[in-house]
């Protein structure tokens, strides 16, 4: 369970470090990516949980998930719609599924355990 | 899912956990560089607002300065103009002074005069065999009195007696046939010079029963003859004369 939150946190660091500046164009870029990102680590998590983890999807929906967002807001800017606006919808909807989804699970972990621990007493 | 194993199966670091760290390195980078990104935009925006604040303020208080600079400057103006017109007037009093300073010089004698004015010529008569005395027909120093008197009264500026000036203090002493003037001795014919006003000067000689015909009745030859122009010595070039 540890190792997913040090990869976040060394992320993290390597992020808040890192020197490189980028054309303030692209920053709306990165902005969906990071939505993206987060849906797709979210939708790992919630896989896993539901036990239907698949390693090529997770990686391939994470890389996908983040060209897709980019380029929807690369073709949005150049046409003049805002089509970044689809991709923060879609992922910021998914991003709430997800958690929600997580959030069931877990209280129903969590109440399982606690009706096995009151078995057990019992 | 587990399949190959990245490393030896003690630290169970599987190629899902290892892609998991992928992930999760990259959201973490994507997520702080965001972060980090936006803060600098803001931190950046902050400067330049603060900058063109400061900027602002600057223009304000260069403003204020110009105006109160302006002020001052519209208050030295005034001031000169006020410097000026008293100059001015000082100016005209000191005209005055200095023309009325010429004027003192001039009767004083202390500086050359010209201008219009009048010469009289005073002769002795012809030697007359009916008169015994040659006192009767020669010219005295009560005659050059006379004259002179008579031109200081018609307001001559300066006389001169033969190219001598005659000050304040001078003095004319009869001395046989030559009379002194300032201890210079002059023979006849007086040449008395005046600078005045020709005409009054002329009219006062000439007056009945002035000095024009007490000179005729003392059978003395008097010529009087107005001159545009005449010069004369100041004092100190008399006594440079007399040295």
Known sequence: ?122 | MKKKPLHNKKNKFTRKQFIVLIVCIATGFMIGYSYKLTKDEVKVNTSYLEQEESYREDLISQKERNKELIEELIALQTKRREYEKTFAENEEDYDHLLQEADKLRLLLGEIPAYGEGIRVILKDSEYDPNSPNPNDYIVHESHVFAVINELKISGAEAITVNGQRIKTDSFIRCNGPVITIDGKQFPAPFVIEAVGDAKALHTSLKIVGGVFDQLLNDRIVVTIEESSLIEMPSINDNDEGVS
């Open chain 1, 1 to 122: 369970m540890w190792l997913p939150f040090l990869g976040l946190l060394l992320g993290l660091a390597l992020g808040l470090l890192t020197d490189i500046h980028i054309p303030a164009v692209y920053e709306n870029y990165l902005s969906i990516a990071v939505l993206a990102a987060l849906d797709t680590l979210f939708g790992g998590i919630r896989a896993n949980l539901q036990q239907v983890y698949d390693d090529k999807v997770f990686l391939s929906g994470f890389f996908f998930n983040i060209a897709l967002a980019a380029g929807l807001a690369f073709l949005g800017v150049h046409l003049g719609v805002d089509l970044y606006l689809a991709a923060i919808f879609a992922f910021g909807v998914r991003l709430f599924q997800n958690i929600a989804v997580i959030r069931r699970i877990l209280i129903t972990k969590w109440e399982e355990r606690h009706i096995k621990k009151d078995e057990n007493a019992v």
